[in-house]
């Protein structure tokens, strides 16, 4: 079970690296993340712009002065649902020493009060369909494929 002391805040710009490290620390990351030194200039301009927007958070779990886990929040207003709010959780990665411990649970049910608290009507989230254990773990927390998602590369 995880430590009480792991605690989440929003993402600061010294904390790239370790980010990108975890981005990258997988099958499908290592394919397409650049984790090396130093970050390409693309990692601290996508974090600039995320962090002046105030309708997206990245938000790390900490422990200590370990950074052990991220997630992207992105709120949305929509006309649908008469004129709603929908929070979409993106990028969620777990350090390796942490994983299988509870700690994504948690930062998804952060993810969630966010989401309650910024007024949102839903919570979305996608998996690369690859990613069978990421899918068994969402719908375990209650997310339901009930909607078929499409992407285009460009």
């Known amino acids: ?89 993106e990028g969620v990665r777990i350090s390796s020493s942490f994983r299988g411990k509870g700690l994504g649970t948690e930062m998804i049910n952060y993810g969630i009060r966010r989401a309650k608290e910024r007024g949102c009507h839903l919570v979305q989230l996608t998996t690369d369909k690859k990613r069978e254990d990421a899918l068994r773990f969402y719908e375990q927390l209650g997310f339901k494929a009930t909607h078929e998602g499409l992407k285009m590369k460009l």
């Open 1 to 89: 079970m995880l430590n009480a002391e792991i605690q989440f805040r929003e993402a600061a710009e010294q904390d790239l690296d370790k980010i990108v490290g975890m981005l990258a620390d997988d099958e499908l990351g290592r394919k397409r993340e650049r984790h090396e030194q130093p970050l390409p200039e693309s990692y601290k301009k996508a974090f600039l712009a995320i962090s002046s927007d105030p309708n997206n958070e990245l938000v790390v779990a900490y422990q200590g002065d370990e950074v052990i886990g991220v997630q992207q929040i992105t709120f949305t207003p929509y006309l649908t649902h008469q004129g709603g709010w929908r929070a979409t959780i």
